[in-house]
């Protein structure tokens, strides 16, 4: 009976037989099953035949005379070239000696005399679908191995995009900061000016002497935070720390803040300050900038509040000084403390028209933020602890230098 070829492209057989009609009578099988046959009956015109083109599959005799069925499967799997064509032997002896031998001569199969056809069918069809799987599992392990290399490309350019996306948002947050940073000062210098115009009005000159030391120490901040910034981030270059008085900075910084008018009247101060702070190495402008940013944040808090407390305490223990900074406010979620130290995470309307419209405080989620930054380099933090509708406490740690032995 004729049987659909199982794929057109592994068709071609070698039929290697002395025997001239077992050429014919496999030589007919397979062809009327639509197998292309090629017929040799000698073990030299075997290996010209795969020579001249491969087959796909040998149907080799054992016992030929000259050169044996063993003697050609040796020779071809000795060959890199010829070594993968499957081999079915063919023999009229059917014993297990013979079978062994044909297995470990490379064969692949052994058929016994005289030819049972259906069985011939079934054994050739097998021997070329597993040629043919195996072909396709190269394939398709070549194809892998092109898409894993596509792969590496694309996560390596999407890795770049990656990269180059978060250097230009850093770049952003940087120049925000920039801004953030240089609110404070510059605001002390306008309200000064103002108060110059005010006082000069007035024939009040007594006053210029202490608004002119005001902004001359303003001007002097912007100075500083700009040559921070000119030097690299503020981690990564050889800070210049300084003995600091904390207290001694705050009543400077608080002086100036006397300069907002909202502060001055609005709120009711209360300062703890611990005398016997000693000196620690600081950088007075990252202190300062932290102190008017959590002073800013805690003004803010309190907007809208009937009663407007602000204090701040000094405190320290064997390895820290403390800077709380408590106000009256409005207070901060549980689920939201974990987030407010994220860049540009903000519970107050963006900067924007509602700012110049209702004097509402605005925020650009960079205060805190720049906070924590501005302490890192000398392994300064913040905590919190706040309740809904009482208020908060950030505690800025700061660590006490270590004492060496002399």
């Not at 890199?80 to 297995?103: H, W």
């Not at 995470?345 to 720049?370: D, V």
Request: charged share 25%; with cysteine.
């Amino acid at each position: 009976m004729n049987r659909e070829r199982i794929d057109p492209f592994l068709t071609d057989i070698l039929i290697v037989d002395d025997a001239v009609d077992n050429l014919h009578l496999l030589s007919t099988l397979l062809t009327q099953n639509n197998y292309k046959v090629r017929s040799v009956t000698s073990g030299a015109t075997a290996l010209k035949a795969v020579s001249a083109k491969q087959p796909n599959l040998i149907l080799l005799d054992i016992n030929m005379p000259h050169m044996t069925g063993y003697e050609v499967c040796e020779y071809l799997k000795s060959d890199e070239q010829t070594k993968g064509i499957p081999v079915i032997f063919l023999s009229a002896i059917d014993n297990i000696i013979d079978k062994v031998k044909a297995f470990s001569v490379g064969g692949v199969d052994y058929i016994t005399k005289p030819f049972q056809l259906e069985e011939v069918l079934i054994r050739v069809e097998n021997q070329l679908t597993i040629q043919r799987l195996q072909r396709q599992l190269t394939e398709q392990n070549e194809k892998l191995a092109n898409l894993n290399q596509n792969l590496e490309k694309l996560v390596e350019q999407r890795t770049k995009q990656l990269i180059d996306q978060e250097k230009t948002a850093l770049i952003g947050r940087l120049t925000q900061g920039i801004v953030h940073n240089l609110k404070n000062p510059l605001q002390t210098i306008m309200i000064c000016g103002e108060l110059i115009g005010l006082r000069a009005e007035k024939g009040e000159l007594n006053y210029l002497a202490k608004y002119q030391h005001d902004i001359l120490s303003s001007a002097k901040q912007i100075h500083q935070i700009i040559d921070n910034l000119l030097i690299k981030s503020v981690w990564e270059k050889n800070l210049d720390l300084k003995p600091i008085n904390l207290n001694e900075l705050l009543k400077q910084e608080l002086n100036f803040l006397e300069a907002n008018l909202y502060f001055k009247n609005k709120i009711i101060k209360h300062y703890f300050l611990d005398e016997e702070i000693n000196c620690i190495p600081l950088i007075y402008t990252h202190i300062s900038q932290v102190f008017h940013n959590l002073v800013d944040n805690a003004m803010d808090a309190m907007w809208n509040r009937e009663t407007k407390e602000l204090t701040i305490i000094t405190r320290q223990d064997e390895n820290h000084v403390y800077m709380d900074i408590k106000d009256t406010g409005s207070g901060i979620a549980a689920e939201h403390i974990s987030q407010i130290f994220d860049p540009f995470y903000t519970s107050k309307p963006a900067k924007g028209e509602e700012e110049q419209e209702t004097n509402e405080p605005t925020g650009t989620g960079l205060g805190l933020y720049s906070c924590r930054e501005l302490l890192k380099p000398f392994g300064g933090e913040i905590v919190v602890n706040s309740e809904v509708g009482k208020g908060s406490v950030f505690t800025v740690i700061f660590p006490k230098p270590r004492m060496t032995e002399s």
